[in-house]
């Protein structure tokens, strides 16, 4: 944006300067989360069965375990707004600190054990996927 | 910090003069749903994929936790399977329908009221159909 003009400067900004941008993102978070989650149920419930060699065959498929990465990132940045703006509602004195910290910690750790499994499930797996 | 709420004063009139409507119900339950899928729905989702990650034994303990010994799910797998897959797709009616009020759309009261109703007819109908899908599966 540089040092442009009046209008520039603030456009997008807002009294709480970043809250329309993270209001922003969090829509665009929904939009994918919407077309992932709706590929995860439709996918599940055509599976043909739930044991760990199905399972695991299934997620080894690289248009599998790609999606499944993207849904994770996608709802992993739309909960932790979203658990962001209840804690702000409700928590008024530091506990509303704390719990977004933990919030933090809780999203990362999330975001990376889920990653995680999966890569290590779509490299160890050998076998005709399901 | 400085908007702790000061007892001594009166809340506004309004918070305690309400009729309960299907708008307020959506509004409400979309907040519940997300927080609940966000924390329980996602720990089970992370459990589900580390024990995948750790093998075929992980994954049976897993499965055992929510299906009885014939395979077929038992009162826990239910309520939390129902549970979930009915809080995603009420989730997600509303939140389409939030597309359209935050681009300032849909506040006439009968259309609002009326979008509001068609999420739970969704979420019912949506939750009904996935789980014919499995149990037609799983009981032949
Ligand atoms: C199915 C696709 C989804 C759509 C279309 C969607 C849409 C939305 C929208 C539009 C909001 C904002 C509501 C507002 O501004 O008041 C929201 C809030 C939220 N969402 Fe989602 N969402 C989806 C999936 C999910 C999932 C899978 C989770 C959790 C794992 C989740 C957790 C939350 C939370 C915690 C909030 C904050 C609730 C609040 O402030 O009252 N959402 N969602
Ligand atoms: C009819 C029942 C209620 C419903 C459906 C409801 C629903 C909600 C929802 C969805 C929000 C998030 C609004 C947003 O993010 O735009 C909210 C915020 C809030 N609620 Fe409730 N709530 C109810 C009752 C109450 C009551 C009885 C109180 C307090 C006595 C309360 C206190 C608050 C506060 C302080 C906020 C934050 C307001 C703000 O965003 O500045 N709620 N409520």
Redesign the interface.
């Known amino acids: 944006m540089g040092n442009g003009t009046r209008l520039g400067r603030v456009r997008g900004l807002g009294s709480a300067h970043e809250g329309a941008g993270e209001w922003w993102k969090h829509k665009v978070s929904s939009g994918s989360n919407l077309l992932l989650t709706l590929w995860l149920m439709v996918s599940v419930a055509l599976l043909p069965a739930y044991d760990f060699a199905t399972i695991a065959g299934w997620i080894a498929q690289p248009l599998v375990a790609v999606p499944l990465i993207l849904l994770v990132l996608s709802v992993t940045h739309h909960f932790r707004h979203g658990l962001q703006v209840v804690i702000e509602d409700y928590q008024h004195d530091e506990s509303r600190f704390v719990l977004i910290v933990l919030l933090e910690y809780f999203t990362i750790t999330v975001r990376v054990l889920a990653i995680f499994s999966i890569l290590k499930i779509a490299f160890t797996t050998t076998g005709v996927a399901a | 910090?400085a908007?702790?709420?000061n007892t001594a004063r009166p809340l506004s009139p309004h918070l305690g003069i309400y009729k309960w409507g299907p708008h307020m119900a959506v509004s409400i339950i979309h907040?519940a749903t997300?927080?609940g899928?966000?924390t329980v729905g996602?720990g089970l989702?992370?459990w589900w994929?580390?024990a995948?990650?750790y093998?075929?034994d992980a994954?049976?303990t897993f499965?055992d936790t929510f299906t009885l010994s014939n395979g077929k799910l038992n009162i826990l797998g239910y309520l939390v399977g129902v549970g979930l897959?009915f809080s995603?797709f009420q989730h997600?009616g509303s939140?389409?329908r939030?597309?359209f009020l935050?681009a300032g759309a849909n506040f006439e009261l009968r259309a609002n009221k009326r979008s509001a109703l068609a999420t739970f007819a969704f979420s019912i109908l949506a939750t009904a159909t996935?789980w014919v899908?499995?149990l037609e599966?799983a009981h032949g």
Do not use: Q
């Open positions: 910090m908007n702790v709420r907040r997300g927080s899928m966000a996602t989702f992370v994929l580390v995948l990650a093998g075929p994954y049976a499965l897959s995603l997600m939140g389409v939030h597309f935050d996935f899908v499995l599966k």
